[in-house]
């Protein structure tokens, strides 16, 4: 899908109700792509109790990229 697209699709499963996919872009992103791909996976899933990523053939630097990103885009400020 396109960058930063979000696809809540239903699995059928009482255990897993539904899957979220998120689009990284035609083309393989860099650094900051992968951070801003995490990002959408944080803002997306804040009220998730549980998260799985799959980053099929990622190396090291992506993981840590999307890693970052979900940290990101998952934190809120509270004063109290």
């Given amino acids: 899908g396109k960058r930063s697209e979000t696809l809540r699709v239903a699995t059928g499963s009482n255990a897993i109700p539904y899957a979220l996919v998120v689009g990284a872009g035609d083309t393989k992103p ?6 801003q791909f995490g990002a959408t996976v944080g803002r997306a899933a804040q009220k ?5 990523i799959y980053l099929a053939g990622a190396d090291e630097e992506v993981v840590e990229s999307v890693a970052t990103g979900v940290l990101l885009g998952a934190y809120r400020y509270s004063a109290y």
């Fill in 48 to 52: 998730v109790e549980d998260l799985v």
């Fill in 30 to 35: 860099n650094a900051g792509g992968w951070k």
